[in-house]
C-alpha cells in the first residue's frame, strides 16, 4: 500500500516537472530587448553615437518586380560613445527591397473603373530599416560599409535582430520597433542615464 | 528484516529520482514540437541531414510589433449610444501570416457562426469557426492560411507554397519546386496575401481606393499580377458556395481632404446591421499599413471597438484617429454578403433582446 502511495507521488513530480519544462518552451517572437542583448550591441557595434540628423535622402533602384530603396542619412554627432572621435558628420546608409508599385495607377475605361486614379496600399510588415526625419534626436548603434566612411544601423534589414536605432524624445529614449525590459527601461527613462549605461557596457575605452 | 526494508525502499528511492531526472532532462532538451519535430523551437518544422550536418526548416509566422500592443478596451453594456456586434460571435485571432488575411478570417469566423456554416469547414470545434486561434497554437488559423499538418491538413497549403520570412520579397518556395496547391480554404489564398507572382511580400496584402474617397467597387483592373484584397474576399466568399451583394475599399471622410469618404455614421450603420468592417490604416513614414476588424461602436467619444490581431483582446480607437501611437485611420474595406435565410433567421434572433 505504502509502495503504491510512493509510485503514486513519484508520478505526480515527474508530470509536473515535464509540464515545468515544457511550459518554459514557449519562445515568443523577439522579446523585449534585455541589458544583456544591448551589451552586445554596445560591443558589436564599430561606432555609437548621438546626434542630431540633418538631411534625409532616398534612392530608388528598379529591377523588375521589385526595387531596391536606399537611405541616405547624414547625422550630426553631439557625443560619440564608441569610434572614431574626430567624426564631424556621420554618414548613414539603409537599403531594402520592395515589389514596385507605381504611386498612382490610371485604370483604363471598361475595367471596372471610370478611369479616375486608384491608389495602392499595401497592408504588412514596415521594412526593417530606421526612420529618420531632419531634426531628430537618434542614439545610433553603427558598424561600417564596405564603402569608406559610411555606417549602416546594426541589426538593419532583418526582421529578427534589434534594429540599433534609438530615438530621444521628451519621454526618454525609445525604439519604435520593440520595447525595453525591465532593467534597461529603468535606464532609457533619461537620456543621461541611457548614454551612462551605455558607456559603461560599451567594451571599449574612446 | 528492518533493515533489508530499508535498503530495498533506498534502492527504489534512488531508481525512481533517476528515472525522474532522466525523464525531465529528455523532456527539456527537446519536446516534441506541432510538427512532430524534437526541438523547444515551435516554428521548426522538418529536420533533414546534409553533408553530414542537421538542418532545421523553420516558418517564422507573421508577427505582432511588440511596442505596438495596445491596451484592452473595457466595452460598456448596449445602449443608445453603443452599437455591438455580439462578442461572442466575433473571433479575435492573433496574427496568422498576415495581418489583412487574418481580419478577413475574423470576418468570415463570424459569419461561419452566423448563418454561413460552409465558410469554416475543419475538424475543429465540430466544424464550428472557433472564437480564438489558440487551439492552432499561436500564429496559426487554417482560415487565415492553411499549413500542411496544422488542423488535420495532409498536403501542403498557403503557408506551405508562399511564406519563407516575415517581410521576404523572394519568389515564393514553391515557384520552381513544386505544384502549387490548389486555392481554397482560406482567405490568404485569394486575397493574394504573401504571394510574390500578386507583388506581395510575406506578411502582406494589397488594397486599392480611390484618391477622391469615392468607393471602389471590386477592383479587378490590375489582375493578374497584382489583387486587390478586397476582391480576393469576395472570391473566398463565392468558393464557399456564397453570393456576395457588394464589396468595397474606401478613403474615409477626410482623409487627404476628402469629401467623399467614408463616414463615421455609415460604419455604425453598417454594425447595426450585422457587419463587421476592416478597418485600414496607414504609417505615414513608409505608407505600410494595417488591417484590423471593426465589430461595435460607441456614440461617446466617436469610439470603434476593434479585433487587432495581435492578441484575442478587445480595443478601441477614435475614428479617424491613430492607433495604437503611429498608424493613421486612413479606410474601410466594406463587405456585404448576400443574405442566407439561415443567416436572416440568425440575426433576427440575435437583434431580439
Same mark, same amino acid.
Given at each position: ?14 508530470? $509536473? ?20 542583448? $544591448? ?28 526595387? @531596391?530603396? @536606399? ?35 490610371? #485604370?483604363?475605361?471598361?475595367?471596372? @473603373? ?30 561600417? $560599409? ?16 534589434? $534594429?540599433?536605432?534609438?530615438?530621444? @524624445?521628451?519621454?526618454? #529614449? ?33 | ?5 530499508? +535498503? ?8 525512481? +529520482?533517476?528515472?525522474?531526472?532522466? %525523464? ?16 523547444? *523551437? ?6 533533414? +541531414? ?8 523553420? %516558418? ?5 510589433? &511588440? ?17 455591438? %456586434? ?51 497554437? &499561436? ?18 497549403? /498557403? ?25 481554397? &480554404? ?13 507583388? *506581395? ?79 485600414? +490604416? ?24 476593434? /479585433? ?13 484617429? %491613430?492607433?495604437?501611437? /503611429? ?11 448576400? /443574405? ?14
Amino acid at each position: 500500500m505504502k509502495l503504491i502511495r510512493f509510485i503514486g507521488l513519484w508520478f505526480l513530480i515527474s508530470c $509536473l516537472m515535464i509540464f515545468y519544462s515544457e511550459s518554459e518552451a514557449v519562445r515568443p517572437p523577439l522579446k523585449p530587448l534585455g541589458s544583456e542583448q $544591448l551589451q552586445k550591441m554596445a560591443a558589436d557595434a564599430d561606432m555609437i553615437a548621438v546626434g542630431t540628423v540633418i538631411s534625409v535622402r532616398q534612392s530608388k533602384t528598379l529591377q523588375p518586380p521589385l526595387e @531596391t530603396v @536606399t537611405v541616405h542619412v547624414a547625422m550630426a554627432p553631439e557625443k560619440i560613445l564608441k569610434g572614431d572621435q574626430s567624426s564631424q558628420l556621420i554618414k548613414i546608409e539603409e537599403s531594402y527591397q520592395q515589389f514596385f508599385m507605381p504611386d498612382i495607377e490610371i #485604370v483604363p475605361d471598361g475595367r471596372n @473603373t471610370s478611369g479616375k486614379p486608384v491608389i495602392a496600399h499595401i497592408a504588412g510588415p514596415a521594412p526593417p530599416v530606421g526612420k529618420y526625419q531632419e531634426g531628430d534626436r537618434v542614439m545610433v548603434f553603427l558598424k561600417f $560599409l564596405n564603402k569608406s566612411d559610411q555606417y549602416c544601423p546594426l541589426g538593419s534589414g532583418n526582421h529578427d535582430a534589434y $534594429l540599433g536605432v534609438f530615438y530621444i @524624445t521628451a519621454e526618454g #529614449v525609445v525604439s519604435d520597433k520593440y520595447r525595453f525590459s525591465g532593467g534597461v527601461a529603468g535606464y532609457a527613462k533619461y537620456e543621461a542615464d541611457f548614454i551612462n549605461y551605455i558607456i559603461s557596457n560599451r567594451g571599449e575605452t574612446p | 528484516m528492518r533493515m533489508k526494508q530499508v +535498503l530495498r525502499y533506498s534502492l527504489l528511492i534512488i531508481f525512481l +529520482l533517476w528515472c525522474t531526472f532522466h %525523464i525531465a532532462s529528455v523532456s527539456s532538451a527537446g519536446s516534441i514540437n506541432a510538427y512532430g519535430v524534437e526541438s523547444d *523551437n515551435p516554428y521548426v518544422v522538418r529536420r533533414f +541531414l546534409q553533408d553530414g550536418k542537421f538542418i532545421d526548416e523553420v %516558418i517564422v509566422p507573421g508577427r505582432r510589433p &511588440e511596442s505596438y500592443r495596445a491596451p484592452k478596451a473595457i466595452i460598456p453594456e448596449s445602449s443608445s449610444a453603443v452599437g455591438l %456586434i455580439s462578442q461572442s460571435n466575433v473571433p479575435a485571432f492573433d496574427l496568422s501570416y498576415g495581418c489583412s488575411a487574418t481580419s478577413a478570417a475574423m470576418m468570415f469566423g463570424y459569419y461561419d457562426n452566423t448563418g454561413y456554416p460552409d465558410l469554416y469547414t475543419g475538424p475543429t470545434n465540430g466544424g464550428v469557426c472557433p472564437m480564438t486561434n489558440a487551439v492552432w497554437g &499561436e500564429g496559426e488559423c487554417p482560415l487565415s492560411a492553411t499549413h500542411l499538418g496544422l488542423d488535420g491538413r495532409t498536403i501542403r497549403g /498557403h503557408v506551405d507554397d508562399y511564406w519563407i520570412a516575415y517581410g521576404s520579397t523572394a519568389p515564393d518556395p514553391f515557384i520552381g519546386n513544386w505544384t502549387e496547391h490548389v486555392q481554397g &480554404e482560406c482567405t490568404g489564398d485569394f486575397m493574394g496575401t504573401n504571394q510574390s507572382l500578386k507583388s *506581395n511580400p510575406d506578411g502582406s496584402t494589397t488594397f486599392y481606393y480611390y484618391l477622391d474617397g469615392s468607393p471602389l467597387y471590386d477592383f479587378t483592373g490590375l489582375e493578374p499580377g497584382n489583387r486587390d484584397g478586397c476582391h480576393g474576399m469576395k472570391l473566398f466568399f463565392e468558393s464557399r458556395g456564397y453570393a456576395v451583394t457588394s464589396n468595397y475599399s474606401q478613403y474615409i471622410y477626410g482623409y487627404n481632404g476628402n469629401t467623399l469618404g467614408f463616414t463615421f455614421e455609415q460604419y455604425k450603420q453598417e454594425i447595426d446591421a450585422g457587419r463587421p468592417v476592416l478597418i485600414q +490604416l496607414l504609417e505615414q513614414n513608409t505608407m505600410l499599413g494595417h488591417t484590423m476588424l471593426g465589430y461595435g461602436y460607441n456614440e461617446t467619444g466617436s469610439l470603434v471597438y476593434l /479585433h487587432d490581431t495581435w492578441d484575442h483582446d478587445s480595443h478601441e480607437m477614435i475614428w479617424g484617429g %491613430i492607433y495604437p501611437d /503611429h498608424y493613421e485611420h486612413m479606410g474601410v474595406t466594406v463587405f456585404i454578403p448576400t /443574405h442566407s435565410l439561415v443567416g436572416s433567421i440568425l440575426l433576427l434572433l440575435l437583434d431580439t433582446p
